[in-house]
């Protein structure tokens, strides 16, 4: 019987926005450089790569091999790789180029659920961990996905798939189904949604967070003040971060609004997103600019960004 792979540590798992440039949107490696660089110097447990908010289902396979090989020569962390298909074999071909490009730096391999069945979605994590044997991230996030799963057959999948590392619940409300994974499974359970429901999702038994916030700042401050003081402790951590957090999760736009946010920041040098994903209204930007200048002092726009 081979020994099941490691859980995930917890701590806040930075997810990466891939850095578009010029009208061609072509990958800005040195931006993508220089982003998971400021992660790793933020203090991020470990960085989620080719995920929705990387936009990795509008990247070429050269392309996805080109960001994982950015990132595994920039920095450090362990990696949770994102892959997009909904089915056994392209998962599979997406694994593979995952494992030969990152090796043992691959934590787990983020992958989603797949059908409203829990036998459907317990046979295809199987199949993926025996063709790879990688860990797995299950990630239940219907908005991506348009597969939604009841909470309490998600839990039989988690107990049925030995390979799971951790769970990435993005399905609301995610306080109830962190509730009932944190107590009827033994695997660390993330939320995401941008960090909207962070302060909730602790509560409830979260290991920490795994989403895209342009401010991780205040993810790690919100997670590691409940981890040492509590949960008022860390309400009072994340409340100059609250504001900023909610005029991201904007329906349709909120890809947009991130990546903005980055590159206002200095960390991305353009904000360009790819199709079917909408560009940001330029009306907006003033708004953003306010709540941004509203962060704590090391988290502020720099000077002449704009």
Known sequence: MSIPPPPLPPGVWGVVATPFAGSTLDIDESA????????????????????VFGEAAQLSRPERRAVLEVVRDSVELPLVVGATGLSTAPVVEEAELIREVAGDRVAGLMTQVNSARPETVTAHFNAVHEATGLGLVIQDYPAASGVAIRPGDLTTVVRRVPSAVAVKAEAPPTPAVIGLLAEQTDIPVFGGLGGLGLLDELAAGAAGAMTGFSA???????????????????????????????????????????KEALRQRGLIMEAGVRPPARALPESLVPQLLRHLTALPRAERVPQGAR
């Open 32 to 51: 993508l450089a220089r982003l998971v660089e400021h992660y790793a110097e933020l203090g991020v447990t470990g960085l989620t790569v080719l995920g």
């Open 216 to 258: 991780p700042e205040g993810l790690i401050a919100c997670v590691e003040t409940h981890r040492s003081g509590g949960y008022e402790a860390a309400r009072e951590a994340y409340l100059p971060y609250l504001p900023l957090v909610n005029f991201e999760a904007q329906a349709g736009i909120g890809l947009a609004l991130r």
